[in-house]
């Protein structure tokens, strides 16, 4: 036995800092993941995660590291140590215990470095990497020497395996359906071409995986940090359950505001048109309020400039939250100078001078104090709030970007309704990333997405991965309310063979313009 394998002087009991034993400190995070990721129905699987995720911390060298204070000049890995003994006791020729392995392995190696490639440009996969720059930790016996510590103290082998056989049958339940779902969309689809609908098919499981794999560790990253600043907490499992905001309350004094606003806009008219203006967005409002009790997954919302848009989508989203059919509200548009002007109409039919209820989250927010602006970064940091607003960055940030802090955001969308202002302005390259993000939060994360536009672009006939829009997915299908109410230009072609005179146009703009 060499001395790595005897455990009689590792610290007890483990800490994971200072301040916190390492036993606390896992119960707490496998706790909030399990609350947060059982939701989704992966429980099991999110627990296993928050259970293992600092099983490395129990090596006596870490151990020793944190009794002596984490002196700077010296680091003792942990990380990689869960994800080397989970990858080691459970990678075999099963492909759901493959599946199930990678996805806990990765979030575990990643949950302080970030995500690392599977395949990276060298051509060594995540399997190599383990393998080949963590064998010493095998080979020196520290792998088992924290497998005892751990098991000893922290949770049981049996358990774990408990947990992990679960973990796996959650993860096959989710690759059936996702299997069930794609042959659908291939033969209604891509029939014509059957090899190329076979590798999209592959294509968009193995995406859709790797979002689960996403929401892993951004419920992973949130958990282990809040428990970090909470550590005085016995338990930090409440802390992410859903959060009841009043809103009801907030209904009643937004549809209160909401009628005044076009009571004023009708005492006010200066025309007919105008009334019948103030008119119709009321009764746009009103139709959009009869969505709130639907259960629906992607709505479209076809309405010009100028027909109240934000308003209405925003009464029928705070309404779906009062009746209970979501727990939060997200306003995203591409536009900052849009987002802006939403914000102010949003905490105007609110009442929230104070912020309380609207959280806007964007490069161009600006705080007069050093003390705001810690609060700012401390409300942003999770999107904790009842209604957020930013932009489309922020959102595919917390997506798709490598850094754990935009990462940490992306489990708050689940149970949410979410609106997309301007949708037509996405990039084209971002395209199919955004769809394939709207098909697994409203598919996988119980949310409810409205995409608004004057223009809709066709998102659903994206081949490779259109968006799944409900059946019934049209708010408002343009023939229930005149369109040329709301137009707002008239284009005259008054081109001529001959090229004008300056004194022609000159008489030209004269005749154009009113009362002339």
């Known amino acids: 036995m060499t001395k790595n394998d005897s455990t009689k ?90 599946v199930t392995t990678e996805i806990v392995a990765l979030v575990i190696y990643g949950h302080h470095s970030g995500l690392p490639d599977v395949l990276n440009p060298d051509g060594l996969s995540f399997d190599n990497l383990l393998r080949e720059r963590f064998s010493e930790y095998d080979e020196n016996g520290i792998l ?49 071409n059957h090899k190329n609908s076979i590798n999209i098919c592959q294509n968009q499981i193995g995406l859709n995986l790797s979002l689960l794999l996403r929401f892993m560790f951004s419920a992973l990253t949130d ?18 359950q859903k959060t009841r905001y009043p809103w009801a309350n907030y ?7 909401i009628v005044e606003m076009n009571h004023v806009a009708l005492s006010t008219s200066k025309s007919d048109r105008e009334s019948e203006i103030a008119r119709t967005k009321q009764q746009i409002s009103d139709l959009c309020r009869q969505y709130a009790d639907r259960d629906y997954g992607v709505l479209t919302f076809n309405a010009k400039t100028g027909a109240g ?107 949410s309704v979410i609106i997309f202002d301007e949708v037509q302005a996405i990039p084209v390259s971002c395209t199919y990333l955004f769809n394939a993000a709207v098909n697994f939060l409203t598919e996988v994360c119980g949310a409810r997405v409205i995409l608004c536009s004057a223009t809709q672009p066709y998102l659903e006939d994206v081949l490779e991965c259109p968006i799944h829009l409900t059946s019934d997915h049209e708010i408002m299908d343009g023939k229930q309310f005149s369109q040329e109410l709301f137009k707002r230009t008239c284009i005259h072609d008054c081109r001529k063979e001959d090229k004008y005179s300056s004194e022609e146009i000159a008489n030209l703009i004269e005749s154009l313009i009113p009362n002339n």
Not at 145 to 169: G, M, P, Q, T, W
């Open 144 to 192: 088992n020497e924290c497998a005892e510590s751990f098991f000893k103290e922290i949770i049981s082998e049996f358990e774990l395996d408990v947990l992990f056989n679960e973990a796996a049958r959650e993860v096959k339940r989710y690759c059936d359906n996702l299997g069930e779902s794609f042959r659908k969309l291939s033969s209604q689809r891509l029939s014509d």
């Open 9 to 98: 002087n590792v610290r007890s009991p483990l800490h994971a800092r200072s301040d916190q034993t390492l036993c606390i400190h896992a119960q707490m995070v496998a706790g909030a993941m399990q609350a947060t990721c059982g939701e989704l129905g992966f429980g099991n699987l999110g627990s296993l995660i928050g259970w293992l995720h600092d099983f490395g911390k129990a090596q006596q060298a870490w151990q020793d590291w944190c009794a002596d204070g984490f002196p700077q000049g010296k680091s003792i890995p942990h990380a990689p140590l869960g994800a080397l003994w989970i990858w080691k006791k459970y990678f075999d020729e099963d492909n759901i215990h493959i």
């Open 223 to 240: 958990a282990d940090w809040y428990s970090a600043g909470h550590s005085d907490c016995a338990d930090c499992a409440d802390a992410f």
């Open 309 to 415: 848009k934000t308003l209405s989508v925003m009464r029928l989203a705070i309404a779906a939250c009062a009746e209970g059919k979501a727990s939060k509200i997200f306003f995203i548009a591409p536009y900052l100078t849009v987002l802006e002007q939403n914000a102010k109409a949003i905490r105007d039919v609110l009442g929230d001078a104070d912020g309380a209820i609207v959280l806007e989250h964007h490069s161009d927010v600006i705080k007069d104090s050093e003390e705001e602006f810690i609060e700012y970064l401390r409300l942003t940091e999770r999107w904790d709030h009842p209604i957020v607003v930013t932009s489309l960055v922020q959102f595919l940030d917390a997506i798709y970007s490598s850094r754990r802090q935009a990462a940490r955001r992306m489990h708050m969308l689940s149970d």
């Open 251 to 257: 209904l009643k004094v937004a549809e209160r505001n």
